[in-house]
């Protein structure tokens, strides 16, 4: 608009029309608006961009708060995991616990019964294959 008269917009040469006022091209679009198949005037940027209309930027936002959603649920499916495998190597902790626990057990008896033979204590270290100190710690415990 000049001295208040509306100016004629020359056609690019892709048949767009460049407003300078408001830094936009108005295109020829081909699609559907609202159901209806057809060549519609669209609001583009200077580059060529068409820019989206109400309708589009929902459906994008619906798409992006769906893929936020996936992305939440695999995020606690893997901290479920992570739960799952902690839980197990605490399981597998318990029972190496146990069976050193056991072994240690079995291995003090065993010590027990030898020393109840009146077997000497070199001779039980060369079996069990325990340090004298530990034999005779058990010894002293009897």
Do not use: C, F
Not at 27 to 32: C, F, K, M, N, P
């Amino acid at each position: 608009m000049q001295h208040g008269v509306y100016q004629p917009i020359a056609p690019t040469s892709q048949n767009g029309l460049i407003s300078p006022a408001l830094d936009l091209a108005l295109v020829r679009w081909e699609g559907s608006y609202k159901k209806i198949p057809a060549v519609w005037l669209r609001w583009a940027s200077l580059s060529g961009e068409v820019l989206p209309i109400a309708e589009e930027i929902a459906e994008q936002e619906r798409d992006r708060a769906v893929l936020a959603q996936q992305q939440a649920n695999l995020a606690q499916q893997q901290a479920n995991l992570a739960q799952q495998q902690a839980n197990l190597a605490q399981q597998q902790a318990n029972l190496a616990q146990q069976r050193a626990d056991s072994a240690e057990s079995q291995i003090r008896q065993v010590v027990l019964n030898l020393l109840q033979t009146r077997m000497p204590i070199a001779q039980i270290t060369q079996i069990t294959g325990l340090p004298e100190a530990q034999v005779e710690a058990i010894d002293a415990t009897e």
